[in-house]
C-alpha cells in the first residue's frame, strides 16, 4: 500500500512490482472498488473512481509480475465512518472472490463498533464468508 494508491500510476507500479519480487512480497493492495454505498463527503471522494480505473488496468502487469492482489475491494469511501447499517450493506452486495475491506478499528469508532457488532458476526458466519488476512493471498 502506497499513501492514497500512488503506486497504480505506471512508473511507480514497475518499480514496486520490481522491488516487491526481490524481497519475497507476495501480494499487493489493488483499490478496485466497487460502487460506493453512499456519497463520500471527503475530499478524496474523486479519488476512489480513479484508483478503480487504474487498478483495472494494473491487474495484468500485477499478475505478468508473479504477485496476487484481492479480486475486489470494498468500504474505501466509507472507512473510518463504517456503521454497523453501512457495513451489512457492504456485506450484502460482496461479489464473488476475494474482497478487501477497507476499515479503520484503530481509530476507535464507528468501525470498530460496527466490526464488533454481533449481528455482523452472525451475517458473516449465516453467509459462509471466511475471514482472511493479507498475507494468505
Known amino acids: 500500500n502506497t499513501h492514497q494508491h500512488a503506486h497504480l500510476l505506471p512508473s511507480v507500479l514497475k518499480a514496486v512490482l520490481k522491488v516487491s519480487c526481490e524481497f519475497g512480497i507476495r501480494a499487493i493492495r489493488l483499490p478496485a472498488e466497487h460502487q460506493p454505498i453512499r456519497p463520500n463527503r471527503r475530499l478524496r471522494s ?19 509480475a508473479g504477485l496476487s492482489c484481492p479480486d475486489n475491494m470494498l468500504g474505501g469511501p466509507e472507512s473510518g465512518h463504517m456503521t454497523t447499517q453501512a457495513l451489512s450493506q457492504l456485506l450484502q452486495q460482496l461479489p464473488e472472490g476475494t ?39
Do not use: C
Open 46 to 64: 474523486w479519488l476512489w473512481p480513479m484508483a478503480a480505473g487504474a487498478a483495472r488496468l494494473s491487474k495484468p502487469t500485477i499478475y505478468q
Open 99 to 137: 474482497t478487501e475491506l477497507v476499515m479503520h478499528p484503530e481509530t476507535g469508532g464507528s468501525d470498530l463498533e460496527a466490526l464488533l457488532n454481533p449481528s455482523i458476526r452472525q451475517e458473516l458466519d449465516h453467509a459462509g464468508i471466511e475471514r482472511v488476512a493479507f498475507n494468505v493471498l
